[in-house]
């Protein structure tokens, strides 16, 4: 059996080596993580409009994200907490850079579907709660096509309602992996940036580190964080 750190300072695996022991976990023990989700998960709602409170704590949380999908020749990435435990992934069993792709837990459940709409040259992001593209979504982001280091990446509007402007922004920090993302009055709420093991060493551009401020749906805020990912054609 393996046993692969991936919380905090204990990812000490390369993600060549991760990929190749969690894909042949999954070919050959498909059942593992069904089991797994069942267990954790079986005190949450099956409502598509359930409440996403328990995305939302306390304290600051770290996760780990890798740019990488849990399914056999799959796109998308697989989200970690600090204690090593998927909590989140995105399987897209298309070609990379959809213009459809769902958030889901880690029992397969959806909690925001994400669709690109075309707008002139302009790139827009909405996204749905569950599944579907029905109704009007929860969100949207906006692209901006003009920006360099210190700018902003994206405009996110809740409920769609252009009146009351921006209510977070994506900001770009360096050319590589890393930006952060503020509310509508400057605050941070979330910050995003290459992983790097206990002796400073980066895993690449694949693998990031997220953190989350307290009282921050930390669903919602890994969905932004996908889309930047489509952004950068890593999904």
């Not at 080596?17 to 989700?37: D, E, F, G, R, W």
């Not at 979504?137 to 921006?166: A, E, M, T």
């Not at 590589?176 to 509310?183: D, G, L, M, T, V």
């Amino acid at each position: 059996s393996f046993i692969v750190y991936l919380g905090g300072n204990k990812f000490e695996k390369k993600n060549t080596i991760l990929a190749s022991i969690v894909h042949s976990m999954a070919k050959i023990y498909p059942q593992t993580l069904k089991n797994y989700s069942s267990s954790s998960s079986s005190s949450s709602s099956s409502s598509s409009s359930s409440s996403s409170s328990c995305y939302v704590t306390s304290t600051r949380e770290i996760f780990t994200i890798w740019m990488k999908s849990l399914v056999y020749h799959g796109n998308g990435c697989t989200v970690f907490n600090s204690k090593g435990d998927i909590v989140f992934r995105v399987d897209n069993y298309q070609e990379r850079n959809s213009n459809e792709v769902f958030l889901m837990d880690l029992s397969g459940q959806v909690l925001f579907s994400i669709k690109k709409e075309r707008l002139r040259l302009l790139g827009r992001w909405s996204g749905y709660l569950s599944g579907g593209f029905k109704g009007k979504p929860w969100f949207q982001v906006r692209r901006n096509w003009k920006y360099s280091k210190g700018d902003v990446i994206c405009d996110v509007n809740l409920g769609c309602d252009k009146s009351i402007g921006s209510c977070y922004k994506i900001q770009q920090i360096d050319k590589k992996s890393s930006f952060q993302i503020s509310n509508d009055i400057g605050q941070l709420v979330a910050k995003v940036n290459q992983k790097q093991s206990s002796r400073g060493f980066g895993y690449g551009d694949d693998v990031l580190n997220l953190e989350v401020e307290p009282q921050v749906d930390y669903s919602f805020i890994v969905a932004l964080v996908t889309i930047c990912g489509l952004i950068k054609h890593k999904l």
